[in-house]
Nanobody
């Protein structure tokens, strides 16, 4: 019954920044670890970032470490993905998801998924 909705995607030039937001309608949102994944055309869904329920532990994929930051505001039932210094290879549909169990970097460890938001980075 938890519904997740991503927003903040768009088309930007390389080097610019975007902040994605993921909001939920569920009152138990704050109890879920959350993750961000992305999927580019012709590629499998890949891990981007993960944050625990309290927000004091995060994991970020090597490909985006130093550029992307995951955070959350449980009072607002929102998880953020701050994306800086965007590159064309960051172009993908970005999904947020609520974690259930298992390895945090595996999509199968997540139960609820948002609809995705498109991020397009041009040269």
């Amino acid at each position: 019954q938890v519904r997740l909705v991503e927003s903040g995607g768009g088309k930007v030039q390389a080097g610019n920044s975007l902040r994605l937001s993921c909001t939920t309608s569920g009152r138990t949102f704050s109890t879920y670890p959350m993750g961000w994944f992305r999927q580019a055309p012709g590629k499998e869904r890949e891990f981007v970032a993960h944050i625990n329920w309290r927000g004091d532990n995060t994991y970020v994929a090597d490909s985006v470490k130093g550029r992307f930051t995951i955070s959350r505001d449980n009072a607002k039932n929102t998880v953020y993905l701050q994306m800086n210094t965007l590159r064309p290879e960051d172009t993908a549909v970005y999904f947020c998801a609520s974690y259930s169990s298992g390895d945090y970097y595996r999509p199968t460890s997540y139960i609820n998924w948002g609809q995705g938001t498109q991020v397009t980075v041009s040269s």
